[in-house]
DNA sequence: TAGTGTCAAATAACCGGTTGGTTGCATGCT
DNA sequence: AGCATGCAACCAACCGGTTATTTGACACTA
C-alpha cells in the first residue's frame, strides 16, 4: 500500500465522524477511531492534536457538506425543511453530531464555519421578508428556529415515543412539510 | 449528623441530576456526585446499583417531575407549549437530561415512567380529536411530536444560532405559543 | 541518507466497582 | 436506668481494567 497522507486523514475523519456520532465526544474510543481507519492511534494526535481537535474537524466537515448537499431556500421554505428532514433520515448521523456538539462543546470557540453559515441564512430570510414573499410576524432568526426544530421534530423524540411514529417515510415528510406551510400562511 | 438513608439518597440523586446533566453518562463521574452529595462513592452502588442505574433514577424522577409540574392539557396545547417552555428555560437540566438520555441509552430496556406518560398524552389527544377540539389533520402522536419539539426549538437551536435569539424570554415564549396556535387553526 | 510516515509498546492518569471494617442508633434484657 | 446486642448507614483504601497521550524504533521513499 502506497503512503497517502491525505488518504489516511481522510479515513481517519470518516472513522471519527461514526464514532463521534455512535458515543460523542466523551464517550469515543481513540483506539477504536484508529482501528476503524486502518492506522495507528499516533497519526491522530500527529494530524489532529488531540480527541477534541478531530471532533471540531469532523464537525465542521460536516456542517460544510450538508450546507452543500441541502441548500438553504429561503424562498421555499416547506422544501427546504422536507430536503433538511430527508438528509437526518438517510443520515443520522448528521443529527446526532450536532447534538452532541451542543451539550458537549458549549464552552469551546464558536466555530466559524457554523457562524457564516448562519449569517447567510439570516441575510436570506431578511431579504425573502422584504421582497413579501415570507410573512413578517416572525423575525428571520425566529422562523430559522422554528424551521429548523420542526424539521428535526422526528428526529428529536425520545425513543420510547418513536415507536408511535409513522411507519412510512413519506408521511412523517408531510407532516414537517405541511406544518411549515401552515406557519407561514397568510392570516 | 443523623443518620438517614432517606436523605442520602436524595441528595445523591440531586447531586447526579446536576453531574448528568452537564456531562451526560459517559461523561459524568460517579467520584464527583459522591462528593457532592457529600457521601461515600459506595453509598452509589448500594443504593443504586451502578452508573447506568443511577441515571435511569434520575431520569424517571425528572419525568414524574415535569409531569407534575407541567400538566398535559389536549384541550390547550398552545399553553401546555408555552409551560413547557418556562419549564426548560427555568431548568435547563430537563432538556438536557432528556437529550442525553436519547443519545446515549437507546439501547436499554424503555423506562415504564416515559412510556405510559406517552400513552396518556396521546389518549388525551385522540379523544380531544374526537371532541372536535383538535384538528384531526394529524395523527396524536404527529401532534405530540410537533408540538414537543416546537417547544423545544430555542433550547435545540446551535449555540451559535443562539447568540441571534431575541433577548427578551416573552418574546421567545411568544413565538412558540403562536406557532402552535397556528399548527392547530382551521383552514 | 535525510525525511516522512508508521506502529508497537510504554506511561501515567483515571474510572467504575468492591471490600472490610467503623460508627451511630434502636431495641430488648437485666 | 444502664448495658449488651444487632443492624443499618457509612467510609477510606484499594483493585483491575481502561484511556488518552507519548515515545522511540523501524520502514519506506526520494
Redesign the interface.
Known sequence: MARDADRTRKRLLEAAAAEFAA?????ARVDRIAEAAGCNKAMIYAYFGNKDKLFDAVFSAQVADVLKHVPFDATDLPSYAGRLLDRYEDDPATL?L???????R?QGA??QA??AS?QVK?EKLERAQRDGILPG???P??L???V???S???A??????G????ADRERRRH?VV??VQ??L?DD
Chains 1, 2 share one sequence.
Open positions: 458515543y460523542g465526544i466523551a464517550g446526532r450536532a447534538t452532541w456538539y451542543r451539550l458537549e458549549p464558536p466555530l457554523v457562524v448562519n439570516l410576524r416572525y423575525s432568526v425566529e430559522l428556529t422554528l429548523l426544530s420542526i428535526q421534530a422526528w428529536s423524540m425520545t425513543p420510547e415515543l415507536l408511535n411514529a409513522p407532516t405541511d406544518a401552515r406557519l400562511k
